[in-house]
């Protein structure tokens, strides 16, 4: 039996905090049944709210698997740190933890770093539109094999989609039912193996980061499907290294204006800085 102890840091329903680490909804029922949940040494049966500076402790039979951290919350949104080799969509999806907040953008499963959910339908509706008129700004972190030079420029290209086979591919030319992608690269620190690139989308396609990079000789280290199985044993990756560390809230209107300019800054554990 785990032993797990959490310090409540915010006021929430117990529920909400042991979603965030990781429980299904069936997980808390259970541990509800049982009595398997203690708040500063009290045996908890209700799904009550806890406060901060109290101490949460669960009894389980194995510990979870911790999907997301709380970044910010107010009353329209989230923004949480989703990570990797989670699913955003689903019943066992985030958007079927969060208390039913709706994600307004994606990341790929194997793809970590910050997300927002709406927590009601205006939210989503005014998110969506911003979203829409490409009006938030997001950067990811990849580190990718090879010595890179990209200096901010953008690169363009075409994305082909190829649904059966759940990848896309790459072209400089247009090809019969290709988008058309625009992605700006910039290194952050450059090795002689590998280095770290921020990436900026302009156009927003399926694998798009990681499709582009490839195509461009630097795969992401970890990628399976679009880079080289003898570059991810080398470098010892079975989960790419693509992050999203940088959001900007702009565009939104009404009672959502308040979140204008709003910037959040997340670096994942494998880029300490970006100096």
């Known amino acids: 039996m785990e032993k797990i102890e959490i310090k409540i ?34 045996k ?20 979870p698997s911790k999907r997301f951290e709380i970044i910010f919350e107010d009353e329209n949104v989230f923004v949480v740190n989703k990570l990797s080799g989670i699913e955003v969509e689903g019943d066992d999806g985030l ?40 009006m938030f700004e997001k950067k990811y972190l990849a580190e990718v094999v090879g010595k890179t030079d990209f200096v901010g420029q953008k690169y363009t290209a075409y994305l082909l989609k190829d649904a059966k086979k759940s990848l896309v591919k790459i072209f400089n030319n247009f090809v019969q039912g290709s988008s058309k ?41 970890g990628d399976g499907k679009y880079g080289k199985n003898e570059d991810n044993k080398k470098f010892k990756e079975k989960t790419q290294k693509l992050h999203c560390y940088y ?15 709003k910037e959040f800054i997340l670096l994942p554990k494998w880029c300490k800085s970006i100096n």
Request: hydrophobic share 40%.
């Open 44 to 63: 908890i049966t209700d799904d009550t709210f806890v406060f901060p500076g109290q101490s949460l402790v669960v009894f389980s039979p194995t510990a």
């Open 247 to 261: 959001l900007k809230l702009n565009g939104l209107k009404g009672n959502m204006e308040y979140l204008n300019g």
């Open 181 to 221: 992608i625009e992605t700006i690269f910039k290194t952050i620190r450059q090795g002689q193996e590998t280095s770290i690139v921020e990436a900026k989308l302009i156009t927003g396609k399926t694998h798009q980061i990681r499709a582009h990079l490839a195509f461009l000789g630097h795969a992401i280290i």
């Open 9 to 42: 840091k915010k006021s929430e329903k117990i529920s909400n905090v042991l979603l965030s680490y990781g429980f299904s909804y069936n997980n808390i029922n259970k541990l509800f049944r049982n009595k398997d949940i203690r708040v500063d040494n009290q």
């Open 95 to 134: 958007e079927g933890k969060i208390n039913g907040a709706i994600a307004v953008h994606r990341l790929d499963r194997n793809t970590e770093g910050l997300l927002v959910m709406a927590k009601n339908k205006n939210a989503e509706r005014e998110l969506l539109s911003a979203i829409k008129r490409q």
